[in-house]
Every structure is written in structure tokens, then in C-alpha cells.
């Protein structure tokens, strides 16, 4: 039986990092939910489509394909790079990410992605609307101040010159976005454990949900967990 691990939660609590360490020492899967919002929202807005213009956003979706292979994002057959993980590029996904024409588009590809694996998959709805069935839904949090900062520092050591206030501001206006909007908000599943990374390590996380993953998913941890 697969084993599906799904991991919410508000801009740079740190989701990505652990949701690709877990999956590694598991030996499965990873999707980042959010990597395909940022794609449909930058390339969108290059198309000069309004976030609200549903029949224009419908239109030019239906020429727009987007895939996964082996842990790589491609947009109508174009490997995807780091511009999408702009800060602009997380508003414009924000922006659009809200439209119900572009979460019926990016949801229905998910699905099918996790429907055949065990995966792990992060993002904003994977245990609400991607992978209710999900065995293990963790919602991850953190102080906004915190993970202002951590994206600061992951910015400045990629030689980005960025503002810590700036970066605050985007991460509390995307936090708003996205537990506000009408479709598939930011929320805690009902059955999501909740867990407050601000003064927990990478590893503390990683063995957090581990623990929680033994006791729900017969993987085989014997070879594959450290
Ligand atoms: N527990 C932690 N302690 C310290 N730093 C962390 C922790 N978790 C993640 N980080 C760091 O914080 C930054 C943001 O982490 P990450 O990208 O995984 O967050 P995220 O929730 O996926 O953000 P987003 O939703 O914007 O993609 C990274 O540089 C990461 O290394
Ligand atoms: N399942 C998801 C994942 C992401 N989003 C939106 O995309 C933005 C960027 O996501 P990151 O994880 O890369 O920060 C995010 O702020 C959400 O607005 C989403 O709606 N659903």
C-alpha cells in the first residue's frame, strides 16, 4: 500500500527542506506543490493575463502544459529553473493561486501524480484537497519573523541582495493571501498533526515526522531510515 505524507503550511516554514530530506531517506517521492503555482503564476503574468480574468486565464491554460519527471518541473517541455523562486514569482503564485481556474488545473495534475506512488508532497492544500486520504498530514508553522529570516539568509547566501523588512512584508502578505482566499485557503486538516519549527533544527523536524510515519506507513525504515 503507498504511503502518502503531506505537508502544509505558510510560506518558509521550511516544508520544502524537510519534505525532500524525508523523502530521501525513504527512498520515495517528492512534490513541491508550490514550484508548480510559482510556474503558472510567473509565466501567467509574462502573459500579461489579469488574476482575475478567468475566461483569459482558462484560455491560455489550455495550451500550457506542465510536467514532473524525476524531481524536475517542465513547462511545455522546458526544464524549469531558479527564476521561479523569485519573491516575485511567490506573489504572482499567490496572485493567481487564488483564481479557481488555475487550482482546478494544478490540482487535477497533482492528483494524478500522487494517485501511483508514496510521495511526499508540500504545499498549501495537500492535506485538505490533494490528499485528504493522506496517512500522515503535518501542518508546519513558524513566526513570521522567523522565517523572514530564514528566507533572508537563504537569499543573501545565494549572493540575492534582499531586505529582511521586505521580505517580512511579502511573507505576511502571502500568508493573508493564502488563508484567505475563497478556494482551497491555508488551513490545518482537521487530522494534521501540528508542529512549530521556530526553535526546532532541520533534523528535529525530520525525526518529528519520521517517528509519526513509522507508526502510519508500513515502509520498509529497516534500510532506508538513519
Ligand atoms: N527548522 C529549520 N531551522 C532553520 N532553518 C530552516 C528550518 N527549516 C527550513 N529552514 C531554512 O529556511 C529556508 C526556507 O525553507 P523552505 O524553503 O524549506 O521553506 P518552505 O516552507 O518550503 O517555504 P516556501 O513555502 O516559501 O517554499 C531554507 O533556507 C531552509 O534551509
Ligand atoms: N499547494 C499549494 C502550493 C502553493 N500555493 C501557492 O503558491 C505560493 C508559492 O508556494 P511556495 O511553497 O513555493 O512558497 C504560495 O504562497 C501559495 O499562494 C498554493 O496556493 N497551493
Known amino acids: 500500500m503507498h504511503c502518502k505524507i503531506a505537508i502544509d503550511g505558510p510560506?518558509?516554514?521550511?516544508?520544502?527542506?524537510?519534505?525532500?530530506?524525508?523523502?530521501k531517506r525513504l527512498g520515495i517521492d517528492y512534490l513541491d506543490t508550490g514550484a508548480m503555482y510559482r510556474i503558472v503564476g510567473?509565466?501567467?503574468?509574462?502573459?500579461?493575463?489579469?488574476?482575475?480574468?478567468?475566461?483569459?486565464i482558462e484560455k491560455t491554460l489550455s495550451t500550457v502544459s506542465i510536467e514532473y519527471k524525476d524531481g524536475k518541473y517542465y513547462l511545455n517541455g522546458k526544464q524549469v529553473?531558479?527564476?521561479?523562486?523569485?519573491?516575485?514569482?511567490?506573489?504572482?503564485?499567490?496572485?493567481?493561486?487564488?483564481?479557481?481556474?488555475?487550482?482546478?488545473?494544478?490540482?487535477?495534475?497533482?492528483?494524478?501524480?500522487?494517485a501511483t506512488r508514496s510521495?511526499?508532497?508540500?504545499?498549501?492544500?495537500?492535506?485538505?484537497?490533494?490528499?485528504?486520504?493522506?496517512?500522515?498530514k503535518i501542518f508546519l508553522i513558524a513566526s513570521p519573523e522567523v522565517r523572514a529570516k530564514r528566507r533572508y539568509e537563504e537569499l543573501k547566501s545565494k549572493g540575492l541582495e534582499v531586505s529582511y523588512d521586505e521580505l517580512l512584508k511579502q511573507i505576511i502578505e502571502r500568508d493573508k493571501l493564502d488563508s484567505s482566499r475563497e478556494i482551497a485557503p491555508l488551513v490545518?486538516?482537521?487530522?494534521a498533526i501540528e508542529i512549530d519549527s521556530s526553535n526546532l533544527s532541520v533534523e528535529d523536524v525530520v525525526q518529528k515526522i519520521l517517528e509519526i510515519i513509522k507508526e502510519r506507513c508500513?515502509?520498509?525504515?529497516?534500510k532506508t531510515v538513519r
Open 11 to 23: 510560506a518558509g516554514s521550511g516544508k520544502t527542506t524537510v519534505a525532500k530530506e524525508i523523502a
Open 42 to 56: 510567473l509565466y501567467l503574468h509574462n502573459c500579461g493575463v489579469s488574476p482575475d480574468s478567468t475566461e483569459e
Open 81 to 114: 529553473g531558479d527564476e521561479i523562486r523569485t519573491a516575485e514569482a511567490g506573489i504572482y503564485a499567490s496572485r493567481y493561486g487564488a483564481n479557481p481556474v488555475v487550482r482546478k488545473f494544478l490540482t487535477k495534475i497533482q492528483k494524478e501524480i500522487c
Open 119 to 136: 510521495i511526499v508532497a508540500e504545499g498549501r492544500d495537500i492535506g485538505t484537497v490533494v490528499m485528504p486520504d493522506a496517512q500522515v
Open 188 to 191: 490545518k486538516a482537521e487530522d
Open 218 to 222: 508500513s515502509l520498509n525504515f529497516q
